[in-house]
């Protein structure tokens, strides 16, 4: 029976080789996303992903045949990683706690603000060289162009997505017919060509992290079940670790390690 956790944690490292392919996969999809373009979260998911990947193999080898220091790695790795993804897990949280659209009356989509979002996401998505990246992307996703057909009632009646919302159209509140009236912000940078729009607008930023919002909404769940299970897997490998370090000795489980002790010479005394 003392072999029993080895065999587990053996199993259960076969299985998060097996997970750790949704959390790579997560990672990939939120840096290959045609729709969304972000990139703030994704590597350190891609990161987590190679870890679990990595220590598992490690605890799989390590619980199965019996190597100690193998498995004394696998479970400093997997305490630290466990913290990661916890922290990586709140601090997604908070930073997207704030946003979401405001709704546009007589229309089914929503617009969005720049300062409705956390000031972290708000600096990165500042960043000039950062933004020229995303704006790349999106010019490449060819997102404005699925709407470049509509009809005004469309408009009316039609969803869109946060960056077609905050990219491909002016803000509904520009009135372009009254050049002298005070509009919004978003209103001036806005061009008919298709290689400008609104893609300085900062409501094309804010759809931006909409995406980030949403898409990490999202993936919250697959981390919160990895965080569960991960903690599970630890506590059987600590087991596995006690039990590999016992099969080292001469002394198999249960065996008194108590020898005959000649008494001292005063014992019968």
């Not at 193998?70 to 400093?76: H, R």
């Not at 997505?161 to 990219?167: A, K, L, V």
């Not at 930023?205 to 697959?222: Q, T």
Request: glycine share 8%; with cysteine; aromatic share 14%.
């Amino acid at each position: 029976m003392y072999r029993f956790s080895n065999t587990v944690i053996g199993f259960l490292n076969l299985f998060t080789l097996l997970a750790s392919i949704p959390i790579i996969g997560g990672g990939l999809w939120m840096a290959r996303s045609s729709t969304t373009c972000e990139s703030f979260l994704q590597t350190p998911l891609l990161v987590v992903g190679f870890v679990v990947l990595i220590i598992s193999l490690a605890g799989f080898i390590g619980a199965c045949f019996n190597v100690a220091w193998a498995l004394w790695v696998y479970l400093v790795v997997m305490l630290f990683l466990i913290g990661t993804l916890l922290g990586l897990t709140l601090f997604g949280f908070v930073v997207t706690s704030h946003g979401g659209g405001v709704e546009v009356p007589g229309r089914a989509y929503r617009e969005y603000r720049l300062e409705n979002y956390s000031p972290w996401l708000r600096k990165r998505i500042k960043d000039p060289h950062y933004w020229m990246t995303i704006r790349s992307c999106i010019l490449g996703s060819k997102t404005c162009g699925q709407i470049l057909l509509w009809t005004p009632s469309d408009y009316l009646t039609r969803d869109m997505s946060p960056i077609q919302s905050g990219c491909c159209k002016p803000p509904t509140s520009c009135n372009y017919g009254a050049s002298m009236m005070a509009q919004d912000a978003d209103c001036y940078p806005w061009n008919n060509a298709p290689d400008v729009l609104c893609y300085e607008c900062d409501s094309c930023k804010a759809g931006v992290l909409e995406g980030v919002r949403r898409d990490w909404h999202k993936l919250s769940v697959l981390n919160i079940f990895m965080i569960v299970v991960l903690i599970g897997i630890y506590s059987i490998g600590c087991c596995a670790f006690q039990n590999t370090k016992r099969a080292e000795t001469d002394y198999p489980y249960g065996e008194n390690r108590m020898s005959k002790v000649r008494p001292r010479w005063d014992f019968y005394w």
